[in-house]
């Protein structure tokens, strides 16, 4: 079907990227970005399809339902999109309000405007795709299969657990009164527009200002990273091609510790400021613009409060169903991550 689409959260970090991804892949589709812009939403992510045709913006939160309702019958929209979501773990563990209200209560809302809208009278040919993640499937051990569909839900902190019950209120709208859903759970992305709090993006604007780069306990933590674009082609595949109620892993198959993930960033870095003598002169306070290494400002610091071991997403089923497959290498995303970290300083240096 032709999509005409809300994207919540489409000024944050995934969500923007998605929609770059889906304008140039489908510029003929309409798009309705619907964002609260809090700290890690920003418009100006969006700067590059703002006066394209068929898109629009609406500073707006999900848990306002009658907006949600009055843009999906204003614009006749049949697809949602929901990226909308706290997400930083240690933020969940000092404030874990903020991820009910808006993961679970948020999450919620769109599934009750979507039925009112959708389902009413002889109801429309629809789609509610929800973006969830691996967290919800807990923690593995070093030699335990990666996770699959069908492992049971072991949430471990107050994030994860709002993203499960997100994803399980998602299930019961299917299952109860027919909404049209699918539901993917992503490894963790890195890529260009990313707010930085997570690791990457954290590590590479700290090196280039000269700060520590803090790594949680002995560094060993394992994470499946995942570039972003491919994320969104993976979104694309599933809308596409996915069956209503079932749920796609989307990984990267590409698993590093902590610390050797640093040390892959300090060492591009490092490189970077090799060859490209100018880069000293507009990152005066960075380890290399001194004549010392980035490996430098690595610190070590107490571990988080029930950090996980190990996430590894298994998609065997979305390729095998859906066809998806990585198509952005590690090296290659790294070395675009940090190239646009270095063009782009006015956009993370406030």
Known sequence: MTRKMLVTGGAGFIGCNFVHYWKKAYPADEIVVLDALTYAGNRANLAAVENTEGFHFVHGDINDTPLVEQILRDHQLNTIVHFAAESHVDRSITGPD???ETNVLGTHSLLKAARSVWLAGDGIDHRFHHV???EVYGSLGPTDPAFAETHQYQPNSPYSASKAASDHLVRAYHHTYGL???TSNC???????????????LAI?????????PVYGDGKNIRDWLYVEDHARGIDAVLNKGVAGEVYNIGGHNEWDNLALIDVLCTAMDNAFDSDP??????????PSQGKSCHDQIVFVEDRAGHDRRYAIDAEKTRKDLGFRVTVGFEEGIAKTI?????NAEWWSP
Do not use: C, M, Q
């Open 180 to 182: 049209n859903v699918t």
């Open 132 to 134: 969830s993640t691996d």
């Open 187 to 201: 490894s963790n992305n890195y890529g260009p527009y990313h707010f930085p709090e997570k690791l990457i993006p």
């Open 205 to 213: 604007t700290r090196l280039l200002t000269g700060g520590t780069i």
């Open 278 to 287: 100018g880069l000293s002169s507009r990152f005066p306070n960075a380890a």
């Open 98 to 100: 903020a991820f009910i």
């Open 339 to 343: 190239g646009w970290y270095l063009d």
